[in-house]
């Protein structure tokens, strides 16, 4: 059974400018996953739209083929260095893995 790996991400920066920077620039580091990390089958990262200091900054949504293909994402290097940038911009994950 396939998995669909949701995070959501609270930026840390408090001007508008440099949130909406550092959202685009995780963007970019993680859909350049895509085609790196095997088993990574779809990934995509949208901005919040609305309620702007109530809702969550960003949200990536992943498919893989099943758990392991997700475990395995989480340690390849490519995934890691983009997850430590994120730590450095970011205030608060949430995340729930569901299947599909």
């Given at each position: 059974m396939a998995i669909r790996h949701i995070v959501l991400f609270q930026l840390a920066a408090a001007d508008d400018s440099v949130r909406a920077a550092h959202a685009a620039e995780a963007?970019?580091?993680l859909e350049g996953?895509?085609?790196v990390v095997p088993g990574l089958e779809s990934l995509t990262?949208?901005?919040n739209a609305a309620f702007h200091g109530t809702n969550y900054d960003i949200v990536l949504d992943s498919v893989?083929?099943?758990v392991a293909a997700l475990e395995a994402?989480?340690?390849h290097p490519a995934h890691v260095e983009v997850a430590d940038y994120i730590g450095t911009i970011r205030s608060a994950r949430a995340g729930i893995d569901i299947e599909i």
């Open positions: 963007k970019r580091r996953l895509v085609g990262v949208s901005s893989f083929p099943d994402y989480q340690v």
